[in-house]
């Protein structure tokens, strides 16, 4: 069964910090590429940033870069994201997605499995 479970939500003030993380088991995780999502209030979920299998490959929306940063341990089977300079803005809902074809898509509809989500919560 394949399960992702993020972590390391919470509140914190603007231009704060936060790291997530996304435990995954069940699968071939070192193969799939790997991404994280937000979803505000009344909004759709959206790309944040995503990592391809390899590691080598990293993409970010224009709201996060230079701020945000995905990486991944294969040997841990875990995605962190490094979240600096927090803003009011990235006040949302996260979700870390698992995709099989290991490109590390930025289209959500490419994921095959997604964590719980957890919330984060910048205020200014």
């Known amino acids: 069964q394949v399960q992702l479970v993020e972590s390391g939500g919470g509140s914190v003030q603007a231009g704060g910090s936060l790291r997530l993380s996304c435990a995954a088991s069940?699968?071939?995780?070192?193969?799939?590429?790997l991404g994280w999502f937000q979803e505000a209030p009344g909004k759709e979920r959206e790309y944040v940033a995503t990592?391809?299998?390899?590691?080598?490959?990293?993409y970010y929306s224009d709201s996060v870069k230079g701020r945000f940063t995905i990486s991944r341990d294969n040997a841990k089977n875990t995605v962190y994201l490094q979240m600096n300079s927090l803003k009011a803005e990235d006040t949302a809902v996260y979700y870390c997605?698992?995709?099989?074809w290991g490109s590390g898509s930025t289209n959500p509809h490419a994921y095959d499995f997604w964590g719980q989500g957890t919330q984060v919560t910048v205020s200014s």
């Open positions: 997605a698992a995709d099989q």
């Open positions: 069940g699968y071939s995780f070192s193969t799939y590429g």
């Open positions: 990592i391809n299998w390899r590691g080598g490959s990293t």
